[in-house]
């Protein structure tokens, strides 16, 4: 027996390469890489199928065994991408549940990332834990879901590592050449942490420190922006902050750290899958 999908109908903003930082960071995600069954999900892909084909083309060049899931709320949608579908592509109707095509159902199947990005900006962040957890709930294991936002041309995102255990990571990633104030992802942070971008809060320390190196290191901007955003994120974990990886993933413009590092000061209950 169907199941009404969970969730509201998001405006489906979608657009070419809009997600391509996210796409980069799940095709290099343990996750993903080591999974038995490399299944993505894409949830809430918006009013095209351009996104799901995307990911699938990215992943495919790491895995030519990944399949992708496209999972849609408004059934036009999915009527729409199901004539766009391809090999290794598929549509269906859903939401934070996270149906699967009926015979991946049968099969026990369960992916090893679902990626949402732009859903839930248009709720509550006490709906976040539940969407969390009812998302994380149909991980594999040792499964990731990769949650954020970015901006409309995709040059400013950042998103949350959730994994059955919680909140894993906060990666920030940013197009460096024409980045004037790293700040400028307050603006896209997750629901999680939108509201927390006030004083007294990790959030705020984190880009405020971000910032400040970010001024620091301008001279830098001679050579490259790329060595002015090594040397901010080599001088923020110099002072402290526990930033993780190394430079080959800053050099794309991307900062990490652990979920505690920025979790805000009274979180929310944590999801458990």
């Known amino acids: 027996m169907e199941t009404m999908p969970i969730g509201q109908v998001t405006r489906g903003t979608t657009g070419t390469n809009r997600l391509r930082r996210i796409d980069r960071w799940i095709a290099s995600h343990p996750a993903f890489r080591r999974a038995a069954d490399p299944l993505v999900v894409d949830l809430g892909y918006g009013a095209s199928a351009t996104t799901p084909l995307e990911l699938y083309g990215r992943l495919a060049r790491i895995r030519q065994d990944v399949e992708v899931v496209g999972i849609e709320i408004e059934p036009s949608r999915v009527e729409s991408a199901r004539s766009a579908a391809i090999l290794g592509v598929s549509f269906v109707l859903g939401g934070f549940e996270v149906p699967l095509p009926h015979a991946m159902e049968r099969a026990g199947r369960r992916p090893a990332v679902i990626r949402a990005l732009n859903v839930l900006r248009q709720y509550d962040e006490s709906e976040v834990p539940a969407a969390w957890a009812s998302m994380v709930s149909r991980l594999a294991p040792g499964g990731v879901l990769v949650e954020g936002t970015c901006n409309e041309v995709g040059r400013v995102a950042s998103w949350v590592d959730v994994t059955s255990g919680g909140p894993q990571t906060f990666t920030a990633a940013l197009r460096l050449a024409s980045l004037d104030s790293p700040s400028i992802v307050a603006e896209r942070l997750p ?9 007294g809060e990790r959030i705020h320390a984190f880009l ?11 001279g830098l901007a001679v050579y490259s922006p790329v060595q002015r955003w090594v040397a901010t994120v080599t001088a923020l974990r110099d002072e402290g902050w526990p930033v993780l990886h190394g430079r080959s993933r800053w050099r794309l413009g991307e900062v990490s750290v652990p979920w505690s590092a920025v979790a805000p000061m009274a979180p929310p209950s944590a999801p458990k899958g």
């Open 191 to 199: 629901k999680a942490l939108i509201h927390h971008n006030v004083e």
């Open 208 to 218: 405020a420190d971000l910032d400040r190196q970010w001024r620091y290191n301008a």
